[in-house]
C-alpha cells in the first residue's frame, strides 16, 4: 500500500506541474489486526477521528462487477467540487505492479479532490460514445490529446462497443490527457486550454461546459491566491501513518432542567437511555454518563460495558426525577466541559451524545466557545433535540450548527402529548434517534439493521397486522419488539407468520421488559427463513395512544448474497438551505448497495416533515416523495425532519431498510417557483433509423418547469454545422417538435433530414411558462449519408406515406429542404391533392344548401306552431262542475280561457292536472272546486271580461320592448293587456328560449312506489308566449287536461329591477280571509340559501295545500353557468306529503341586480317526485336557471 500511494504521488507532481502531491497519508486498520499478523502494526497508534465513514480511499475486500479491483470514484457533486470518496479493491494492493496502479490511484485522486472527469469516450454509452464523426465526416477517436491521435480500431468505429486502441509505439509524441489514459506511461501531463479539445462528447467537457481540466483546477483553493505555484515545490518524502479503529467511547450528556418535568417526558428519557445501554450498545464500547442544567455533574464515569450488570448500573444512573432549575439557567458549554473531561481521562477523540430540550437555541458566544472546545479535544457532538418544544421553530438555532461542524449528526423529537401524558410516538421517536445515532458513530456493521417499523394507531382494530421483509443476507438475531404505554395495551395474541404460512405462537417466546416498556421475541438463525414475514398483535390501546413494532436482524456470518447497507445525506453538509440561492437547491441522496456495487430499480421513497405547528393549531403531516429525480418544489422556511425507506431486490431477493438521515434547516427569502429555470437535458442522443434513408430519431429525458419538477412550457431546438456557433447561442430555429412532457418523462421525436453528407449539430434547451431557460444540452452529432444511386422506378400511384411525429428541417432561411421529385411524381402528387380538394368543396356546398333548407322549414314550421298555439281553448270548470271524464269536458267546450302570462299556480294545481287525466279542470281541487271558481277568479287592472278573457294570444308578445317595467305586486294590480303587450302586428322574434340537455327526463321506465322518479321538463318557445302554454291544435294526441309547466320570460327591455316580495293574499287580492274550504292554503318553505361559485341563489317558496315538512338542502352537486342560463344540481330531503302517491316540486324567483335596466321572472325547474314509504324522501333535482339578460344573474 505505501508504495502504490508512493507512486500515485509522483503521478499527481508531475501531471500538476509540481504544485501538489501526497504528504502524508493516514491509513486506518480494523481492530481485529494484531502484531502477528502486520509487523509494521507495532507502532500503529489509536485512531481519533479517522472512520470508515469519512475515509477519502476505501479498500474493498469485494470486487466491483464494473470495475473489478481497479478504483473508481463516487462523485454526486457538480464540476470543480470535490466528490464523495475512491473506492478500489484490496486485490490491486496485492499485484505486483506498483507504478501501473499507482497511475490508476493518481487518476482517480484528480477527479476527487478537484472534481474533474474522465476526458475519453465510454463503451457502451451512446452519450459519450468512443467515437465520434469530426467536421470532416470521419471517425475520430472520443479523447483529448495534445497531438492527433492515431488508433487503428479492428472493429466499426460507428459501433458503440469498438473501444479505442492507440499504443505507445504509434503516438510517441502523445503526452496529455492524463485523464484520458492513465495507463500509458508517456502521458503524464493533463489538458490545457491549448491542448483541449472542447467539442469532443466526453463526459468531462459535458459536465465543465467545455473548459479544460486545468482552467477547473485552477479554481481550486489548492492553487488560488498563488499557492502552490509552479516549480515552487519539492517532492518530498510520504509520510504513512497506521492508525487502528478504537472502540467508540461514548459520553451521554443530558439536560435534567424544569423543561423535563412535563407529562411523561422525564419517565420517556430515563426508558430510553436505559434502552440504549442495555441492548443497543455493542459489547466493549465505553459510556458515561453526564448531566447538566445551571451546572453540570457526572453520574457514571467512562466504563467499557462488557457483562450485564455493568450495562444495568450505566442504564440506571440517571436520576429519578429531573432538577426544578428553570431552562433558560441551562449551561450547554458547562455540560460539554464536563463530557470533554471524561473523554480526555482516556486520550483524544470519543463521542459526546447530547440530549436537550426546548428550541435548541445556541447564542453566538456559547457556539464559538464550544466549537474550540471539541476541535481541541477531537471529539464529534450529536443532538438529539427532546423534545422540541417551540411551536414555530427557527431555523440555525446554532446547536445544529455546533454538531455540524465536529462531524456529527442532529435529530429532532417532536412534542406529542394530550393532557397529563406524553404520547408513545414521542417515546419511539427518542428511541430511534439514539439508535442511529449510535449507528452513525459506530458504523453500518455494529448495529443490527432495522428492517421494519411501523406504528398502529389505537381504538381502530382489535388486532394490528403487518409485514416485514428478511433478505437471505440477514438472520443471525432476528428481534420482533413491541413498545407500548402500558403494558396491558398489549393483548395476548402475538402471532408470526413465515413465507411457508407456518404460524408461531409466541406465547413461550416473548420477554417483557417493563423498565422500557417493551415486549420482545428472538428468533435464531434457524427459524429465520428469507422472505416475506406477516404477523399480527392484539392492540388495545387507547385512541390516543398506539403500539409500535420494530424488527431487527443481524447479517449471517457467511451469506449467500451480498448485504445490502444504505447510506443517506444531503447536498447541503451543514444541514443549512439557503432558499434565495436557487443554483444550490437541497438535494436528498440516498446510496443502496450490496457489497460495493450498486442496487438498480431500489424503491426509495423520503419522508420529509416540517416541524412544529401549522397555523391551525396541529402539527404538520409527513410528505412522502419518490426520489425518481423529478424533482420537488413548494418546502417552506422552517426545520424538517427526514426519514427514507428503501425497498428492492438483490439476486432475486426482496430486501428492505429504513434511514433516518436528520435534520435540514431552510432560510432565507423563498423564491417564487417561477424563478427556478428547467433542468438541463444531459441524454439528448440522435439515431439514423435503420431501414430509412433520411429518418432520424431523437430520444431525451423530458426536464421539469422548475428543475426537474413539473413540466416545461416548450422546447427550443438549434441546429448548426459549426459547434461553436450553437455554444456562443447562433445556429438555425428548428419547428414542429413536440411540447414537454412531465419529467422525467422520455421523449421522442423524429424527422425528416435531407441534407446527406453534411456533419451537422444539434441541441436544445426547455422554457417555463415564465421564460425562464434552462442550459444548453448537450450536442449531438447528426449525419446522413446520401443514399445510393439506382435506376428510378414507375412512379406509384399511391400518395408518398410521411413518418409519424415528423418535422421537416429548415435551413437559415426559413425555406424547406425538399428532395427532388421528376415529373410524373409532381403529377400525382398535385393530381391527390386537387382531387382532395375537388371533394371537399362538393362537400361544403352540400352541407350549406341542406342547413339553409333546414332553416326556412323550422322558420315556418315556428310560425304555424305560434299561430295554432294561441288558437286552441282550455277548458275550465267552474265551482261545482264534476266531469266524470276530462276528454268529455274537453268535447263539450263549456268555456274558453286564456292563462295569463302572469298568473301563479299552486303546486296542486300542476299536481292535479298534471296527473289526473280523468279531471276537466286544468286545477280542480279534490272537493271538486275549480281554482277558477267566481270565488278565487283575480282581477287584473279591470281587464277581466264576462268571459274571464285577458286580451288577444297576439299581444303576448315574447321578447317585445313593449313589456312592462316590471311585474308589479298583487297590491298594484296587474296592466291591462293593451298597456303592457305589443300589437299582433309586430309579430313574433325567430329567437327562441334554448332547450338545455338537462331539460330531457331522466326517467327511461315506470316508476314505481319504491323508485324515486326525477324529472326536468321544459318547453321550448316555440309553443307560445310566457305561460302555461297550451299544445297546438293540429296534434289531437297532445290533447289533454294536462298543463305543461310555465315556460319563463326574456324580455328584451332592460329595467331597474325591484326586489321579490311574497304575498299570502297575492292569490285574491278582493279577499281579506279565504276560506277553508275554496281558497288556497300556502305554507312558506324554508328558504335556502346556497353560495357556490359566487351566485347566491335563493329558493323562495313552495306552494302546496297539504302539509308539508320543511325542505332542506342536502348538497349541491354540481353547478356550472353560462351567459344566458345557470345550471344547477342539488340534493334534497322533503318530508312526504300524506294522501298523495306523486307530487310537484316548483322553484322559481325573480332577478334582483341581474341588469342595469329591467330584468324579469326566471324559471328554475319543477321535478316530479314519487311517495315513498319512508317519512322522508331524499332526491337529486337538476334546475336551469334562465337568466333574462346576456350576463350573470344575481337571484
Not at 185 to 207: F, I, M, W, Y
Amino acid at each position: 500500500m505505501s508504495e502504490v500511494l508512493a507512486a500515485a504521488s509522483t503521478v499527481v507532481f508531475t501531471a500538476t506541474r509540481g504544485r501538489a502531491n501526497f504528504r502524508s497519508v493516514t491509513v486506518l486498520v480494523p481492530p481485529t489486526w494484531t502484531t502477528a499478523s502486520c509487523p509494521l502494526l507495532e507502532t500503529v497508534h489509536n485512531a481519533t477521528g479517522e472512520t470508515w465513514d469519512n475515509a477519502d480511499v476505501r479498500v474493498t475486500q469485494e470486487r466491483h462487477p464494473q470495475h473489478g479491483p481497479r478504483p473508481w470514484t463516487l462523485h454526486t457533486r457538480g464540476c470543480g467540487q470535490s466528490g464523495d470518496y475512491v473506492s478500489l479493491g484490496h486485490e490491486l494492493l496485492l499485484q505486483n505492479n506498483t507504478l501501473a496502479n499507482g497511475r490508476l490511484v493518481a487518476h482517480e485522486w484528480l477527479q476527487y479532490r478537484y472534481g474533474v472527469f474522465k476526458e475519453r469516450g465510454e463503451i457502451g454509452t451512446p452519450v459519450h460514445p468512443p467515437h465520434y464523426r469530426a467536421p470532416d465526416a470521419s471517425w475520430k477517436p472520443n479523447t483529448c490529446a495534445n497531438v492527433p491521435v492515431v488508433a487503428n480500431p479492428s472493429c466499426d468505429p460507428e459501433n458503440l462497443s469498438c473501444p479505442i486502441i492507440l499504443t505507445q509505439e504509434d503516438n510517441p509524441d502523445l503526452t496529455s490527457s492524463f485523464m484520458a489514459f492513465p495507463e500509458v506511461s508517456s502521458v503524464t501531463h493533463l489538458c490545457d486550454e491549448g491542448t483541449h479539445d472542447r467539442d469532443a462528447p466526453t463526459r468531462h467537457n459535458l459536465l465543465c461546459s467545455g473548459k479544460s481540466a486545468w482552467e477547473v483546477m485552477r479554481a481550486s483553493p489548492d492553487f488560488q491566491n498563488n499557492r502552490n505555484v509552479e516549480a515552487g515545490l519539492r517532492e518530498s518524502d510520504l509520510k504513512v501513518k497506521y492508525v487502528r479503529a478504537r472502540l467508540p467511547r461514548i459520553v451521554l450528556l443530558v439536560e435534567d432542567t424544569n423543561v423535563m418535568n412535563v407529562q411523561k417526558r422525564w419517565d420517556f428519557m430515563r426508558k430510553a437511555v436505559r434502552k440504549m445501554v442495555t441492548y443497543d450498545v455493542p459489547d466493549g464500547y465505553s459510556v458515561g454518563l453526564v448531566v447538566f442544567d445551571s451546572i453540570a455533574a457526572t453520574k457514571y464515569p467512562l466504563t467499557a460495558l462488557t457483562d450485564g450488570a455493568t450495562r444495568e448500573k450505566v442504564g440506571s444512573s440517571l436520576p429519578r426525577n429531573p432538577s426544578q432549575e428553570g431552562e433558560h439557567k441551562r449551561c450547554i458549554v458547562c455540560g460539554l466541559r464536563e463530557a470533554l473531561h471524561l473523554l480526555r481521562q482516556d486520550g483524544p477523540g470519543g463521542h459526546v451524545v447530547m440530549v436537550t430540550g426546548g428550541s435548541g437555541n445556541l447564542g453566538e458566544p456559547e457556539a464559538t466557545e464550544a466549537t474550540h472546545m471539541l476541535a481541541d479535544a477531537k471529539v464529534s457532538l450529536h443532538a438529539i433535540i427532546y423534545p422540541l418544544t417551540e411551536k414555530y421553530p427557527r431555523p440555525n438555532a446554532g446547536l445544529e450548527t455546533l454538531a455540524s461542524r465536529s462531524g456529527g449528526h442532529i435529530f429532532i423529537v417532536p412534542d406529542e402529548g394530550i393532557g397529563a401524558d406524553s404520547k408513545l410516538g414521542m417515546y419511539y421517536n427518542l428511541l430511534d434517534s439514539l439508535y442511529h445515532t449510535l449507528s452513525a458513530l459506530a458504523g453500518r456493521s455494529a448495529l443490527p439493521v432495522k428492517v421494519h417499523s411501523a406504528e398502529h394507531p389505537g381504538g381502530r382494530v382489535p388486532v394490528s397486522e403487518g409485514s416485514f421483509l428478511v433478505d437471505p443476507a440477514l438472520g443471525a438475531d432476528t428481534v420482533f419488539a413491541i413498545f407500548y404505554y402500558d403494558v396491558t395495551h398489549v393483548g395476548n395474541l402475538i402471532h408470526l407468520v413465515n413465507p411457508q404460512g407456518q404460524v408461531i405462537d409466541t406465547a413461550n417466546m416473548q420477554k417483557e421488559d417493563a423498565n422500557i416498556n417493551m415486549i420482545t421475541v428472538r428468533l435464531v438463525e434457524a427459524q429465520v427463513t428469507p422472505g416475506l414475514w406477516r404477523y399480527k398483535v392484539a392492540n388495545r390501546a387507547d385512541s390516543h395512544q398506539a403500539l409500535y413494532v420494530q424488527v431487527t436482524s443481524r447479517p449471517r456470518p457467511r451469506p449467500e448474497t451480498p448485504r445490502v447497507s444504505v447510506r443517506g445525506w444531503t447536498s447541503h453538509t451543514m444541514g443549512l438551505v439557503n432558499a434565495s440561492d436557487i443554483s444550490q437547491p437541497l438535494a436528498l441522496y440516498t446510496e443502496v448497495v450490496a457489497g460495493v456495487a450498486g442496487v438498480e430499480s431500489a424503491i426509495v421513497t423520503a419522508t420529509i416533515t416540517k416541524l412544529g405547528y401549522a397555523s391551525n393549531g396541529t402539527q404538520h403531516q409527513p410528505q412522502d416523495v419518490d426520489l425518481y429525480d423529478n424533482g420537488l418544489t413548494g418546502l417552506e422556511l422552517g426545520k424538517y425532519s427526514i426519514m427514507v425507506r428503501v425497498q428492492g431486490e438483490v439476486e432475486g431477493n426482496e430486501f428492505a431498510r429504513h434511514v433516518r438521515l436528520g435534520m435540514v434547516d431552510v432560510v432565507g427569502t423563498k423564491p417564487s417557483p417561477d424563478a427556478l429555470p428547467p433542468a438541463r437535458v444531459v441524454d439528448l442522443r440522435a439515431t439514423l433509423l435503420p431501414d430509412t434513408a433520411n429518418q432520424v430519431s431523437f430520444t431525451w429525458t423530458a426536464p421539469g418547469g422548475d428543475l426537474d419538477y413539473g413540466t416545461a412550457d416548450r422546447y427550443v431546438v438549434m441546429t448548426s454545422q459549426n459547434q461553436r456557433d450553437l455554444v456562443e447561442g447562433g445556429g438555425t430555429l428548428l419547428e414542429g417538435w413536440p411540447t414537454p412532457l412531465a419529467s422525467p418523462a422520455v421523449q421522442q421525436h423524429t424527422i425528416t433530414w435531407q441534407e446527406y453528407n453534411t456533419v451537422n449539430y444539434l441541441t436544445l434547451y426547455a422554457v417555463d411558462e415564465e421564460g425562464n431557460t434552462a442550459a444548453l444540452s448537450n450536442i449531438v452529432t447528426v449525419f446522413v449519408p446520401a443514399p445510393p444511386t439506382t435506376t428510378p422506378s414507375p412512379p406509384s400511384l399511391a400518395p408518398p406515406v410521411v413518418p409519424a411525429n415528423t418535422s421537416t428541417v429548415r435551413e437559415g432561411t426559413g425555406a424547406p429542404v425538399l428532395a427532388a421529385l421528376d415529373t410524373r411524381q409532381l403529377a400525382v402528387v398535385f393530381g391527390c391533392v386537387g382531387g382532395f380538394i375537388v371533394v371537399v368543396a362538393i362537400i361544403v356546398c352540400y352541407c350549406t344548401t341542406a342547413h339553409r333548407r333546414h332553416r326556412k322549414s323550422a322558420a315556418a314550421k315556428k310560425v304555424h306552431e305560434v299561430q295554432d298555439a294561441y288558437s286552441v281553448t282550455v277548458t275550465v270548470a267552474s265551482k261545482g262542475t264534476e266531469f266524470p271524464d276530462g276528454k268529455e269536458a274537453l268535447k263539450d267546450g263549456i268555456k274558453k280561457e286564456y292563462i295569463s302570462p302572469v298568473e301563479s299556480w299552486s303546486a296542486s294545481q300542476l299536481l292535479s292536472s298534471h296527473q289526473d287525466s280523468k279531471r276537466g279542470s286544468v286545477s280542480a281541487r279534490s272537493d271538486n272546486t275549480s281554482d277558477h271558481s267566481a270565488s278565487t277568479k283575480k282581477s287584473y287592472g279591470g281587464s277581466s271580461g264576462a268571459m274571464d278573457y285577458y286580451g288577444e294570444a297576439s299581444q303576448y308578445q315574447y321578447r317585445h320592448a313593449g313589456y312592462p317595467d316590471h311585474y308589479p305586486t298583487p297590491s298594484d294590480g296587474y296592466p291591462t293587456p293593451t298597456e303592457g303587450y305589443p300589437t299582433p302586428p309586430e309579430g313574433y322574434p325567430n329567437e327562441g328560449y334554448p332547450v338545455p340537455l338537462e331539460a330531457r327526463s331522466y326517467i327511461s321506465s315506470q316508476p314505481s312506489d319504491s323508485f324515486l322518479s326525477v324529472s326536468c321538463d321544459l318547453l321550448p318557445s316555440s309553443n307560445g308566449p310566457p305561460a302555461y302554454a297550451a299544445y297546438p291544435s293540429y296534434d289531437s294526441s297532445l290533447r289533454s287536461t294536462k298543463v305543461p309547466p310555465p315556460i319563463p320570460p326574456k324580455p328584451k327591455v332592460l329595467y331597474t329591477p325591484e326586489p321579490y316580495i311574497y304575498d299570502t293574499h297575492s292569490l285574491d287580492p278582493h279577499s281579506s280571509t279565504p276560506s277553508v274550504a275554496s281558497e288556497k292554503r300556502v305554507r312558506n318553505v324554508t328558504m335556502s340559501k346556497l353560495m357556490h361559485q359566487g351566485i347566491d341563489k335563493t329558493f323562495k317558496s313552495i306552494y302546496d295545500e297539504t302539509n308539508w315538512s320543511n325542505i332542506k338542502v342536502e348538497e349541491v352537486i354540481s353547478h356550472r353557468c353560462t351567459p344566458l342560463r345557470v345550471h344547477t344540481e342539488i340534493s334534497l330531503r322533503v318530508g312526504t306529503p300524506p294522501g298523495r302517491q306523486r307530487w310537484l316540486l316548483l322553484f322559481y324567483a325573480p332577478c334582483r341586480g341581474c341588469c342595469s335596466t329591467g330584468a324579469r321572472w326566471v324559471m328554475l325547474s319543477c321535478c316530479t317526485v314519487n311517495r315513498t314509504s319512508s317519512p322522508t324522501t331524499s332526491l337529486h333535482c337538476c334546475m336551469t336557471l334562465h337568466f333574462c339578460c346576456g350576463q350573470p344573474c344575481d337571484l
